[in-house]
């Protein structure tokens, strides 16, 4: 089945005075105006793909009967920008200038154009090697088992119910008693551990 | 004789060129400026734009075309001629590489390729104006031929509308129809020719090499 890019670009051409279709008039409509805009230099940059081909041919024959010309300022920046690229910015213009000092060899320019895929190209080197560094480095060594601190129970928070036991009714008042005998206990264990040499937390030395 | 001050003319014009060259291959590539100056026009208007149909392409074209001119001065070899050829044989290259990513506008460049007249060759010795000259009848020919398998009413459309560019109202008004009568005739005139550039094209290419040519870069 024909499409209807086939129709227009290579399916048969109608005779002059056939009737057209309303889609050939809405199409040819089209065309006349990319053509008038061509032809007042105002190319439109999208167009269908069919038009585009009939506009170029329109084109072709424009250039063959001499009617299009690049202008002066178009040719001149043209020739401007190739000279620039290739000598560098900032080289003189006209036959006096310095051609020693003044003319960049063209490797600069092309070097100027790799520039920014070398430093890409590195980075991504570096960033490769570090994610391949990462994978590859060997797997961190299993720490050495801290051998638990052996504490006295003296040194450590603890019941005092062994200490004071059950308290007979009677001298359920002595509770200042019972509170100094749980100091005094504890105040051993704080001595002991804080002047034993070798205890953590020693001063290793007599009070 | 009046040929030989313009025989003196173009000689001096040739040792200016050569002289150009050479600063040029010696690294002031600044010197390209008037060879660059003096050939664009006729790069553009006789090699890239017939070839391509479009001016933006063409432009492109045409920039490509003399930054690889400057890039390659140094291989380029003073054979006693003008640069012309040499450049010209690079502006083609380059119009096919364009056309080769489209298929369907390589036609369009064959047809114009399977013309080139003989003279143009870069080994010939014809001067840059007489290539650019000949060059220029070759498509005008061609195009005169193309015209002449159009029916009459279509070859007067393309006539007064694309080569003589005169309004849309203005060519209705002379082959006595309306706007949109007339837009329809166009429509159906660039179809038709674009056909028929198309059939001599393929005709062509059985015959034609443009393969052959050399590239100079």
């Keep these: 089945m024909a499409t209807d890019d086939d129709d227009i670009l290579s399916g048969p051409v109608p005779a002059p005075d056939a009737e057209p279709t309303a889609a050939e008039r809405a199409h040819a409509k089209t065309f006349a105006e990319l053509v008038d805009k061509t032809l007042s230099g105002r190319t439109p940059p999208a167009m269908s793909a069919d038009d585009r081909a009939l506009l170029e041919v329109a084109t072709v024959i424009r250039a063959a009967s001499g009617g299009l010309a690049l202008p002066a300022a178009r040719q001149g920046a043209l020739i401007e920008d190739v000279l620039r690229q290739a000598v560098g910015v900032g080289a003189p213009r006209g036959a006096g200038a310095s051609h020693a000092s003044g003319i960049t060899p063209i490797g600069r320019g092309r070097a100027r154009r790799w520039a920014p895929w070398a430093i890409a190209a590195a980075s991504t080197l570096v960033a490769a090697a570090a994610i ?69 937390g020693s001063r290793g030395g007599k009070p | ?52 149909g479009n001016t933006a392409s063409a432009e492109e074209v045409l ?32 119009v096919y590489d364009v056309h080769r990513q489209s298929k369907r506008s390589r036609r369009l ?11 143009s060759d870069p080994d010939s010795h014809a001067d840059a104006q007489l290539i650019a000259d000949q060059e220029r009848r070759a498509h005008r020919e061609r195009i005169a031929e193309t015209m002449g398998l159009l029916q009459e009413r ?29 837009d329809v005739l166009l429509f159906r005139a660039v179809r038709a020719f674009r056909k028929h550039f198309g059939d001599r094209t393929a005709a062509g290419e059985s015959t034609g090499d443009h393969t052959s040519e050399e590239r100079p870069s």
């Design chain 2, 1 to 52: 004789m009046a040929s030989e001050p313009a025989g003196d003319q173009q000689r001096i014009e040739l040792e200016a060129e050569q002289r150009q060259v050479e600063e040029a291959q010696r690294g002031n590539l600044d010197a390209m400026r008037p060879i660059l100056e003096r050939y664009a026009q006729p790069l553009y208007g006789t090699v890239i734009l017939p070839r391509l």
């Design chain 2, 109 to 119: 460049a064959d047809a114009m390729v399977h013309e080139l007249p003989v003279e």
């Design chain 1, 132 to 200: 391949a560094m990462l994978w590859l480095r060997p797997p961190p060594k299993a720490a050495a088992p801290v051998a638990a601190e052996v504490v006295p129970a003296r040194w450590t928070s603890r019941p005092t119910d062994p200490l004071i036991g059950p308290i007979p009714r009677e001298h359920a008042g002595e509770a200042g008693a019972r509170i100094d005998y749980i100091f005094a206990d504890r105040l051993d264990g704080f001595r002991e551990r804080r002047w034993s040499p070798g205890a953590p």
């Design chain 2, 154 to 182: 279509y070859r007067t459309a393309i006539e007064l509308r694309l080569v003589q560019e005169l309004p849309r109202e203005e060519c209705a008004r002379r082959l006595g129809v309306t706007i949109g009568t007339f």
């Design chain 2, 63 to 94: 920039r490509d075309t003399l930054a690889t001119a400057v890039e390659k001065i140094g291989r380029f070899t003073w054979q006693g001629k003008s640069i012309y050829p040499w450049l010209r044989q690079i502006a083609i290259n380059k």
